[in-house]
Nanobody
Framework: QVQLVESGGGLVQAGGSLRLSCAAS????????MGWYRQAPGKQRELVAS???????NYADSVKGRFTISRDNPKNTVYLQMNSLKPEDTAVYYC???????????WGQGTQVTVSS
């Protein structure tokens, strides 16, 4: 099993920045891809960004150029630096982990990000 614990959410004004962190514990060696998803009220959960063990990244079009995902393997932690935040970025952000490829095998509990206009 893998446990994921997020931190760093909060309230920020439009144009501001936040950094989310996700600390992983447990059977870390089994994880290949880590990522961030978000879910806004009334909407489906969507992939925001992901990063593989080898550093290959993938971003949703809506966040390209504004968000950066990074991974500190020795610390078993993945980060999401969010800049130029917009009200439409408001959502609960979930950390995820994938053992090989495909949909997540593990989820964090979620952290709220609210961007005011």
């Amino acid at each position: 099993q893998v446990q994921l614990v997020e931190s760093g959410g909060g309230l920020v004004q439009a144009g501001g920045s936040l950094r989310l962190s996700c600390a992983a514990s447990g059977r870390i060696f089994s994880i290949n891809v880590m990522g961030w998803y978000r879910q806004a009220p009334g909407k489906q959960r969507e992939l925001v960004a992901s990063i593989s063990n080898g550093g290959i990244t993938n971003y949703a079009d809506s966040v390209k150029g504004r968000f950066t995902i990074s991974r500190d393997n020795p610390k078993n932690t993945v980060y999401l630096q969010m800049n130029s935040l917009k009200p439409e970025d408001t959502a609960v952000y979930y950390c995820s982990a994938v053992k090989l490829w495909g949909p997540p095998d593990y989820w964090g509990q979620g952290t709220q990000v609210t961007v005011s206009s």
